[in-house]
């Protein structure tokens, strides 16, 4: 799995390519992590990233201003019309300042308050994609993912940002091709993407509602300078898309209930563990392995190794979700495990601190609570080893969740 580098601080390397990391990176990583606080990231045809193992160096370094996510940290894909590429900088690849300024703008809607005001208008969406899975079910089980998990985010999202109905399935399908990877397949998309995006915000020009595109169409009515069009049109697609990122936190959590039954008991007769079982759900099978990659603005020690100017460092969210120094047995899934700080790194840290945070626990608390309120016999449609999940580096995720009702 792993060799010894002779070069800086003699740090261990990891091969994403290497079969054992793809198939089960907590124990990949967890080993490398008790030989050393930091290792070598080993891409084809990429150059080595430094990869911090260990949660409080890991939480350290994303909230480390030396540290920043710069357009480097994306490869685009090939073949974008030169008139899209301005509508490709987005939020999350903007410098400090504007970083902060976008963000400012966007965040009261996605606050925690909010997102509970927003519960809602989530729970008859949830009902809805139950009812079609009820109706399905007749003909035998059913693809969770394919069929709740994956529309779920996308509809709720939509709803939250102001797409119209008749919108959303073009939405869906955008959606769709940047799950399945930056590929041609989004460079073909782009075009309609921005102009989908321009016609929302043209729309709440008009007829303004409860929603962010009239929130930021509002803004650029009071003041123009704090938000350009090209900005408008790029945080509104980035923010649809971006948006479904709570499928594989669902499809996840759901398969790793199934194939935990006595935590899945206890889930079942103590609904209010369900905020609770959600944070250690993402601490213990979240999908996000390893954080965007941030540069060195200049020389920072991490562990006594220098990360030199320009130099790439992730951090292994992975490894420090399951680091014995901060969590009590960190391996086992404990639904009744205490919550408060210090808290997993799920939705990362520090100015990146993913922004859908809020909106992703009530979706999934809301999800979870529907499936199990309304299937009381839920189960998987094949055996819990047959479970795999996709050959990913960067998102744990399943290909499917076959599921009888």
Not at 44 to 71: F, K, N, Q
Not at 127 to 152: M, Q, V
Not at 168 to 174: D, F, K, L, Q, T
Not at 212 to 237: F, I
Request: net charge negative; hydrophobic share 40%; glycine share 8%.
């Amino acid at each position: 799995m792993t060799s010894v580098s002779q070069g800086r601080s003699d740090v261990p390397e990891i091969d994403l390519t290497d079969s054992e990391v793809l198939r089960d990176p907590f124990a990949a990583y967890g080993a490398i992590r008790e030989r050393s606080p930091l290792a070598r990231l080993v891409i084809p045809g990429l150059g080595p990233v430094w990869v911090v193992m260990r949660y409080d160096d890991a939480r350290a370094m994303l909230g480390d201003s030396r540290l920043e996510i710069t357009s480097g940290s994306f490869t685009p894909p090939p073949g974008i019309p030169e008139d899209c590429l301005p509508y490709l900088r987005t939020m999350s690849d903007a410098s400090p300042p504007e970083h902060l300024r976008l963000r400012r703008l966007v965040a009261p809607a996605f606050s925690p308050r909010r997102a509970a005001e927003f519960r809602p208008r989530i729970e008859p969406i949830v009902e809805r994609l139950l009812d079609d899975l009820t109706e399905d079910s007749k003909d035998g089980p059913i693809d969770l993912l394919a069929r709740f998990a994956r529309p779920l985010p996308m509809e709720v999202i939509c709803e939250l940002v102001g797409i119209p109905l008749a919108d959303r399935p073009r939405w869906r399908e955008y959606g769709a091709t940047v799950a399945a990877g930056m590929s041609e397949g989004f460079s073909v998309a782009l075009p309609g993407i921005v102009a989908g995006a321009k016609a929302a915000i043209a729309r709440r020009h008009d007829t303004p509602g409860d929603d962010v595109v009239s929130d930021l169409v509002r803004v650029r009515a009071e003041d123009g300078d704090r938000l350009s069009d090209r900005e408008m049109v790029s945080l509104v697609w980035h923010l649809v898309l971006a948006g479904q990122t709570p499928t594989n936190l669902i499809a996840n959590a759901v398969g790793t209930l199934l194939t935990h039954p006595e935590q899945l008991a206890l889930l079942r007769a103590d609904p209010t563990l369900m905020p609770r079982a959600v944070e250690e759900l993402i601490r213990w099978c979240g999908p996000v392995l390893l954080s965007i990659p941030r540069y060195a603005r200049e020389d920072v020690s991490i562990q006594g190794t220098s990360i030199r100017t320009g130099e790439p460092v992730t951090a292994a969210i992975a490894s420090a979700n399951r680091d014995p120094r901060t969590f009590d047995d960190p391996d086992r899934l404990d639904l009744t495990r205490a919550g408060g700080p210090p808290g997993h790194l799920g939705f990362a840290h520090g100015p990146h601190f993913c922004l859908g945070a809020p909106l992703a626990r009530i979706q999934t608390e809301v999800a979870i609570a529907a499936l199990l309120r309304r299937y009381p016999d839920l189960t998987l449609a094949l055996a819990p080893g047959e479970l795999r999940h996709v050959p990913d580096p960067g998102t744990w995720r399943l290909p499917s969740l076959p599921v009888t009702l």
